[in-house]
Structure formats: structure tokens, C-alpha cells
């Protein structure tokens, strides 16, 4: 190509530019060091070029009396539609980009949500995320209540926006929701743990507006709202780590999430897979409002008990007597296991009687 004088005046003007927006509006370099942002990071990055961050209390009249200046709002309720008649699913990806473009955000902004201090709507948003594949965003920690508490900048205007397109990937991440072939799957061979993390008393049919009340065969119940403190803070990593794992929700295992649509399951959801880092955490959006209305598929109400994982049995209960390579070297059918977890109870391996049968299941399987 042949290079002329004027050429580079072109050149030079867009570096100047660059150099003015540089300047004028810093980008955000660098994404917070957490999932869960600080009130404080948010603070310091607000007026940041490629920073949304996005308002989704359930009141308008909240937002329309104070938020976090350059904060738009959005009504969560335009992200979930019937879907084949079934309530309240999650939007087509189609109509989550241009929702999201009309707020100004593409697929690199980064996107910090924030509610109420922990609700689930940011986390349904944040999962909805999640299955575009968007990698960039977080949750305000302790929500606007913290902010307002902090008494940081608050304003009544609204952003100036002008929107731009969202490019769909050409893959979405399937693997963050559960579709109801999976769920029935994971029912029928129990290749992994269903998790409803509804109150109690809808878990148990006690209480409930569907066609049945109850649960999906199976499930084992955590009540969301148990994650959390009473101020409405999290608990610490260690306790919910724990918690989880007595459940037998460990993270080698698929995880299912559900509830009754979908948010407070996105809760779970959220804790799971970006405080715990579980890689395999699925959501059902479907939730019961799906699964109680299709007659043959089965609902129960009594109190499930989390099956005890016989894995962890063994690793901590075989081993107080002789190693665990003796446990490993034997080779036998489930008669044969049988036989020898009874002996060993009667020597003294403390087991009861769901233990006792999770650990056979688990060494005749292996
Ligand atoms: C209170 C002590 C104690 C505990 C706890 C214990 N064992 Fe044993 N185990 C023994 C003793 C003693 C022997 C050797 C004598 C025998 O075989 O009965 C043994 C032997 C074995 C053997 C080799 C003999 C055979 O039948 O193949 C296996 C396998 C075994 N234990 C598995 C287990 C498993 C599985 C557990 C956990 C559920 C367990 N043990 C917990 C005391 C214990």
C-alpha cells in the first residue's frame, strides 16, 4: 500500500481520542475480586466507562426516591415468560439481549446487580447471565440497604444510555439450567442430588397453590434462606461449605436447584456455583410450577431425609480400627458386603440403619 502524508493524520486524531476518552472517562481495567462486590469497590469504580450497574428491587418507587447514581432500573418480572403454556420460565436468550442492550450493556460490560440486601431477583438475573455465557458481573454485597447504611452517593436522576447491541454467543451455557428431561433423569437413576430449597411447609405439601402440592420425588430439602445470617449477610464459607456437604451435596456431584419458579432456587444457585465454586450447579426455572402440573409425574409430601453418601461414610467411619486399603482390597457382590458392614457394626463401626445401607450401596456399586 502506498503511504501518502495525509494518512496519518487519520492515525494521529484517533489517538488523540483514544487518549481524551482515556482520560476523561477511565474504563474499568481490572473486574472486582469477587462475585459478591464490596460496597466499597463500587464506590471507587462507579463513574468507570464500560460499568453498569443495574437496579432490581421490587419496588419502582424505591429507585424513583434514591439509587446508586449511574444505576438503571430493571423490572426482573420481563426476564421470565410462558414457555409451552408453563409459567414464568426463563425469557428466549433473544429477548435477554435486547433488554440488555437497551441498558447499555454488551457482552463485555461488567454488570453489578444489586437489590435488596439479599434477595434473590439479583440472582436470578446473575444466573440468567450465566446462560449467555456473560462472564463479567457481580452482586452488590449486602445489597442497597448496605449502601444506604454507608451512607454513600445516592441520586433521584436517571442515567443517560444510549443503547447498543448484545451479541448472543454462538453456544449458550446449557449446563447452568435444568431442563425437565434432566430432572426426570436425575430422578429415575439418581445421578445426582435435587436440592428444593423452598420453606418447609411447602416442601411438604403442608401448604401450596398448585394443582399438587409437595415435592419432586427425591428432593431433599434446604431452606435458601438458611444460607444467610440474621442480618441478611452469608455465612461464613466454612459453615456453608459444611452444611451442603451433610446434605450430600458435594461438589464432585451434579446439583440440581429448584424451587417453586426458579428465583429462590437461583439463590442456591448463585451460592453454590460462584461463593463455593461447585462446578456442576444446574437451575430448574421449571421449578414445581412445571413438574406438580404434568399428572404422571411423581410428587411426594413426607419429609425426605438426605441420603447418607455412603463415601464419606467409609472414609470417616472404616478407618478408626484398620485402614481403609483393607476396605479397598476386598472384592465382593452386595451379599457379601452386606455380611461383612454387619460384622464390623457388631465390633463397633458406628452406623445406623440409612448408614449402614448407604455404605453397602456404595462398596457393591464400587
Ligand atoms: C471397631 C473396629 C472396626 C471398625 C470401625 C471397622 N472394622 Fe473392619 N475389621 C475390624 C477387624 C477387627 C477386622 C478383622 C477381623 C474380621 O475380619 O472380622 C476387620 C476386617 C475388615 C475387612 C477384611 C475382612 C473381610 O470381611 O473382608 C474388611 C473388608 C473390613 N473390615 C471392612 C470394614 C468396613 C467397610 C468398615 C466400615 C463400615 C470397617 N471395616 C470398620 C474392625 C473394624
Known sequence: MKHTKSSIWPCFSGLFLVLAVAFVIPVLSEGPPSKLVSTEWLNENLSKENLRVIDVRGEIKDYWQDHIPGAVYFNLETMRLADHGVPVKLTPPEASAIMLGKMGVNEKTMIVVYAEQNDYKATYLIWALDFLGHS???????????????????????????????????????????????????????????????????????????????????????????????????????????????????????????????LMSAHSYFMLKHILGYPKVKNYDGGFNEWSNIDELPVETETGKPSPDGEKLVNERCNSCHGLDRVHKARKDKAGWEETVNRMIRKGARLNEAERQAVVNYLSGH
Open 136 to 262: 463479567s458481573f457481580g452482586i452488590l454485597d449486602g445489597g442497597f440497604d448496605k449502601w444506604q447504611k454507608e451512607k454513600r452517593p445516592v441520586t433521584q436522576d436517571y442515567p443517560m444510555i444510549n443503547p447498543v447491541g448484545y451479541a448472543l454467543p454462538s453456544k449458550l451455557n446449557e449446563e447452568v439450567r435444568a431442563t425437565l428431561e434432566e430432572v426426570k433423569e436425575l430422578v429415575n437413576v439418581g445421578s445426582g442430588i435435587l436440592l428444593d430449597v423452598r420453606p418447609v411447609q411447602l416442601y411438604t405439601g403442608e401448604k401450596g397453590f398448585w394443582k399438587r402440592n409437595g415435592h419432586i420425588k427425591g428432593a431433599i430439602n434446604h431452606f435458601w434462606g438458611e444460607d444467610l445470617e440474621d442480618d441478611g449477610t452469608w455465612k461464613s464459607k466454612d459453615e456453608l461449605k459444611q452444611a451442603y456437604e451433610k446434605l450430600g451435596a458435594t461438589p464432585d456431584k451434579t446439583i440440581i436447584v429448584s424451587c417453586g419458579q426458579g
